[in-house]
Structures are given as C-alpha cells and as structure tokens.
C-alpha cells in the first residue's frame, strides 16, 4: 500500500510569488490533514478534510492559504502571495476514519522557502 | 489551552543504555496521547499511542511510553538503544477533536 505522497519535496520562491503544495493521501482514506512546522517550532494544524468538506480550517493562518480537494482525492495547498514567514515544512497527513482513536499517516513533506 | 511540552531539545545516550525522551501535556479531561518519529528526510511515522487501560503502551521497534495522569507525562522509553534510533521523536495529544497538537520535538542522538 502506497503511503501519502507530497509534491514537491522542496519549493524555493521569492516573496511575493504563488505556491500550490499537493498532497496524494492513501487510498480509501476520507480524512486529510495538512499541518505546518516552522523552523524548531511544534507541528501545527492547518485544515482537515472529510472527503471533499472541510471539516476544521481554524489552524489556516489568514487568506493567503486557500486549501482545496476537489473529487475528495489528493489535496492542494496554495499560498499566494507567498511572505517570508510561510516557510517552513508542510506535512499532509490522511486517516481512514476521523475522530481522536485513529492515527494520521504522514507524508514526507514540502519544504517551503521564501525568500 | 491544550499544548504539550517536550523539555529537551535533545537527548543523548550511548547504544545499548536505555532511552528517555520526556513529554508532558496540559490539556483538561481525558486525552488520547501519540508518539511520532521522523527520520531524516522521511515523514512522521507513528509510534504508539495511549487511548485508555493500561498505562504502559508498546509500540514499533521495541518502544514503550508510560502515561502517568497525576504527572500529566508521556514519557518515550526503550530499554536498549540502536544507533538507528537516531532521529526527531514528537509527542502529540488529542481531545475531542481530530487534530493533533504537538510538541516542539526532541532530537534523540545514539552514540555507537
């Protein structure tokens, strides 16, 4: 079974310029998640998504950040225009079912860099 | 509000010592509690996770965590470290809720 995917792996841009982030959660899997590290900080919660709704978008830090998942497949995360303060590490996470009990698989990440 | 506190930024041991990475919580009523890794240049793996019952939860790769409600802990152990145990270990909790709040993550360094 395929793990969650995230692509690109990294993103260098300028300030000012848009990035869309994706993320391919596994197969079957309603539930998607998309957290962010900042540099040495915790992981924070962005969204989540329940097939194709979002279920809680109160981790989204203001409307730069337009998360969609049409289909309720694979994700995407845009960020336009994109400030220095949004680099960091994008995690997507994706679960079979939601609620506290079950654990988020995790992808590999998307190392944002804005320069 | 609900955060979880990993008080060491890094924790080195020597192979084959046994292994402690601490996490505390504060969050109010009952939480469910998750121990992530990352490997370099790989994702979050899950670990363990406590829901209830007893206190002592095992997981992958010889790991275990202790709950202890009095203390508000979740503390990582594992009786015999492996060089390969090098890597960023999260804690995490949940409480009503799906999403995760973590800690900031402690750097566990094995030394051969």
């Known amino acids: 079974e395929a793990g969650v995917t995230q692509f690109p792996s990294h993103s260098v841009i300028e300030k000012g310029q848009t990035v869309t982030l994706r993320c391919d959660p596994i197969?079957?899997?309603?539930?998607l998640y998309w957290y962010r590290r900042v540099m040495g900080k915790e992981i924070k919660f962005l969204l989540h998504?329940?097939?194709?709704?979002?279920?809680?978008e109160s981790g989204m830090p203001n409307n730069r950040f337009l998360a969609e998942r049409t289909g309720g497949t694979y994700s995407t995360l845009k960020v336009q225009p994109a400030e220095l303060e949004d680099s960091g590490v994008y995690f997507c996470?994706?679960?079979?079912?939601?609620?506290?009990?079950?654990?988020?698989?995790f992808g590999p990440g998307t190392r944002l860099t804005v320069t | 509000a609900q955060s979880v506190a990993q008080p060491e930024d890094q924790v080195n041991v020597a192979e084959g010592n046994p292994l402690t990475v601490k996490c505390t919580y504060s969050v109010s009523g009952n939480p469910y509690l998750f121990w992530y890794v990352q490997y370099p240049n790989r994702g979050l793996q899950f670990l363990l996770k406590?829901?209830?019952?007893?206190?002592l939860v095992k997981g992958s790769y010889g790991f275990e965590a202790e709950f202890n409600k009095s203390q508000t802990s979740f503390h990582l152990k594992k009786p015999s470290a492996l060089v390969s145990d090098s890597a960023l270990y999260f804690c995490a909790v949940k409480y009503n809720t799906d999403k995760l709040i973590f800690g900031t993550g402690t750097r566990l360094q094995v030394f051969p």
């Open positions: 998504f329940v097939k194709e709704s979002k279920q809680d």
């Open positions: 406590y829901i209830t019952g007893d206190n």
């Open positions: 996470a994706s679960s079979q079912q939601g609620g506290a009990l079950y654990e988020q698989y």
């Open positions: 197969s079957g899997h309603d539930n």
